[in-house]
């Protein structure tokens, strides 16, 4: 239809508040390798954002960006044509409109008219029909008709399929059902927990508050597994009074165990001194001097980063607790020395996906060996700190094969050290607590146990 002589053409609508802090999240996930979960929170903060809002903001811009490569293959197929000839900006936009259309109940004309007005406002007319046709054609289908026409076959690359099915590249599916071995059945309920919003866990402090005592306090629920642990439904816990007394800390209730364990490993001889070799940002660190604050043992924290340092220091004010600002394969401390070290290894992250929405298009296969390789180095550095009979707890957040079983194994080869069977470390909490694994290590899994996805072995020192 020809507009009139004369008649101009309506102001272009730009994205409303929600959908426009979706998208700016996006383009610095893009642009600048940006974190979606600091760069949202300090956006609504910004603009005012509450609410109904900021709620659609959060959904919008986390859901995109943990879907992102399943967004890309249906744009892709969508647009005829690959995404890097697509204008960074458009893709950024079309990944908003697809998102909307293909996994909420947004109505479909809202996602896409919304989009294109941006786009022209971006670009041109032009541009905004390309994001108008994309779009369409996308809406045309629901997700399960896309996946079903886009995913590997089930019979030829059954774990292609369930990792392309929950959005997950297909060497994280891979590695997860690896790990999982003889439970391999359990992928697609493992991949689906990463897309569910996990519950904040507390921390109370021992020694200063029981859990049941946080939780009454917190409006919370008194944890399964962590004798200290609390989980919080939702709001902001930086508000709450024990936070900022120093009373609780927010922690993954799998952290607090992996914590808890090293203190409970059978010991020959004294357990005065404990080191927490990669302590970063410092939440072990402070709940193992909180358990040593009550006995005669003593805590060393080693990190070299000097921002995660300040963050240690910060979190163990008041404990007893030295740190030291230097790299754990070279700390300078007498050998032999300890009787509990904590090796929390830098790891790809793979067990935390939920918590950081973008991570698992951001990580990439080649990650793995220089990082299995320092975590080595580290446990080797661990054991050699460890003292004739102390007990080394090697653990990270991650259950790739490479960065668990394999960095044990290899220490088991040449180092003086013997496992020790770490299921009853873990199973000593109010309620019983399985599926921890075949032994001797321990498995944790967020489909199963609610935590991040931690591994933990313990070994004895021998010489």
């Not at 309920?189 to 921390?203: G, T, Y």
């Not at 707890?393 to 050290?417: K, N, W």
Request: glycine share 8%; aromatic share 4%; hydrophobic share 45%.
């Amino acid at each position: 239809m020809t507009r009139p002589p004369g008649k101009r053409r309506p102001p272009r609508r730009p994205l409303d508040p929600a959908r426009r802090a979706a998208f700016d999240v996006l383009r610095a996930v893009s642009e600048r390798d940006a974190y979606a979960n600091l760069v949202l929170p300090a956006l609504l903060k910004e603009r005012g954002i509450t609410g109904r809002d900021a709620a659609f903001a959060t959904e919008l811009a986390y859901g995109a960006c943990r879907a992102l490569g399943l967004l890309d293959a249906v744009i892709v197929h969508a647009a005829n044509r690959p995404v890097d000839r697509i204008d960074p900006v458009l893709l950024d936009l079309l990944r908003l409109g697809t998102y909307q259309l293909l996994r909420t109940r947004v109505d479909a004309h809202a996602a896409v008219d919304t989009a294109v007005e941006q786009a022209a406002i971006e670009f041109d007319t032009a541009r905004a029909g390309f994001v108008n046709g994309t779009l369409r054609t996308i809406a045309s289908r629901d997700e399960q008709s896309w996946v079903a026409d886009l995913a590997p076959q089930a019979n030829s690359d059954p774990v292609g399929h369930i990792a392309f099915t929950h959005a997950h590249p297909r060497w994280i599916g891979q590695a997860f059902a690896d790990a999982l071995g003889a439970d391999a059945a359990e992928l697609g309920a493992l991949l689906a927990s990463d897309d569910e919003r996990p519950l904040v866990h507390l921390a109370a402090r021992p020694g200063v508050l029981t859990a049941d005592a946080l939780a009454e306090a917190v409006d919370g629920e008194v944890g399964r597994y962590s004798p200290y642990a609390v989980y919080l439904s939702g709001g902001d816990p930086g508000r709450l009074d024990a936070m900022r007394d120093g009373a609780a800390q927010v922690q993954d209730e799998g952290s607090q165990l992996v914590a808890r364990a090293l203190t409970l490993a059978p010991l020959e001889g004294t357990d005065a001194r404990w080191l927490d070799l990669c302590a970063g940002p410092g939440g072990k660190a402070s709940l193992l001097a909180a358990l040593a604050a009550g006995t005669d043992a003593h805590v060393t924290a080693v990190e070299p980063t000097p921002h995660r340092a300040e963050l240690v220091e910060q979190a163990v004010r008041g404990l007893p607790v030295d740190v030291l600002r230097v790299d754990g394969r070279a700390t300078g401390l007498p050998p032999a020395s300890f009787d509990r070290v904590l090796v929390d290894a830098p790891c790809t992250g793979l067990g935390a996906l939920r918590r950081r929405p973008e991570a698992r298009w951001r990580r990439q296969p080649g990650d793995v060996p220089p990082l299995a390789k320092l975590q080595k180095e580290l446990l080797a550095a661990a054991i050699a700190l460890t003292r004739d009979g102390g007990v080394v707890l090697y653990a990270t957040c991650s259950p790739h094969l490479a960065e668990t079983v394999g960095v044990v194994a290899d220490a088991l080869r040449r180092q003086p050290v013997e496992a020790l069977d770490t299921r009853p470390l873990f199973d000593a909490g109010p309620t019983p607590m399985t599926g921890l694994g075949a032994g001797p290590h321990v498995q944790l899994w967020p489909h199963r146990h609610g935590t991040d996805a931690m591994f933990a072995a313990a070994l004895r020192v021998r010489r």
